[in-house]
């Protein structure tokens, strides 16, 4: 089986911009959890969807969103692009009924 | 408040002896807890985890213990070979949380050959 895909891989962007980045989950899984990266603060949760319905959401402000389509395909978008926005987002994917996550190789946001 | 700790950023190993990586918690209420590794432009791959009601699990050269007393859990690698140097994390998700995971800062194992 393919893995989980993200695209694009990497990004530029200027402040005030906006961002929309996509994940593809692991043929068969449902859930969809992101995950922002930085070395200041860690791996921190930014939300899960399961069935086109949002789980679960971090601690992250409201400019932080996303969404998930029938196929299981999910965005996030980040509004309002500060330059602590960049990081490394990550994407993962459970098949039902199991706990362990696989992510995907991430996207880079550089924020100038 | 880091709920996960990892308090070695780094560890250095010979080839062919065992890695011990550690990882401390404070949440009472997680009940599962997963190990990854991590190489630089890559997605964190899964390599093992536990349920609370269990404190060993074991999967080839990779063993997890964890001692909820203490709330402690480590990761036993043997033997240890080059390739398995990388940025380890360990996570947790609290009862009910769906797939929320907290994960500590990481330890860079690097493996002598």
């Known amino acids: 089986k393919a893995g989980v895909t993200q695209t694009p891989r990497y990004l530029i962007k200027t402040r005030g911009q906006q961002v929309t980045l996509s994940c593809s989950p692991i043929?068969?899984?449902?859930?969809v959890s992101w995950y922002q990266q930085t070395p200041g603060q860690g791996l921190q949760f930014l939300f899960e969807?399961?069935?086109?319905?949002?789980?679960n959401k971090g601690n992250f402000p409201g400019r932080f969103s996303g969404r998930q389509f029938s196929n299981s395909r999910s965005e996030m978008n980040v509004s309002t692009l500060e330059l602590g926005d960049s990081a490394l987002y990550l994407c993962?994917?459970?098949?039902?009924?199991?706990?362990?996550?696989?992510f995907g190789p991430g996207t880079r946001l550089l924020v100038l | 408040d880091q709920q996960v700790k990892q308090n070695s950023p780094s560890l250095s190993v010979q080839e062919g002896r065992i890695s011990i990586l550690n990882c401390d918690y404070t949440?009472?209420?997680?009940?599962?807890f997963l190990w990854y590794k991590k190489y630089p432009a890559e997605g964190p791959t899964f390599l093992i985890s536990?349920?609370?009601?269990?404190d060993k699990n074991e999967d080839g050269r990779f063993t997890v213990f964890l001692n909820k007393s203490a709330k402690h859990l480590s990761l036993h690698i043997v033997p240890s070979q080059p390739g398995d140097s990388a940025v380890y994390f360990c996570?947790?998700?609290?009862?009910?949380?769906?797939?929320?995971?907290?994960f500590g800062s990481g330890t860079q194992l690097t493996v002598l050959p």
């Open positions: 993962a994917s459970s098949p039902m009924g199991q706990e362990t996550q696989y």
């Open positions: 043929s068969g899984h449902r859930s």
């Open positions: 969807y399961f069935s086109e319905t949002q789980r």
């Open positions: 949440n009472s209420m997680f009940d599962y």
């Open positions: 536990i349920s609370s009601i269990k």
């Open positions: 996570a947790a998700r609290v009862w009910g949380s769906a797939r929320q995971l907290t």
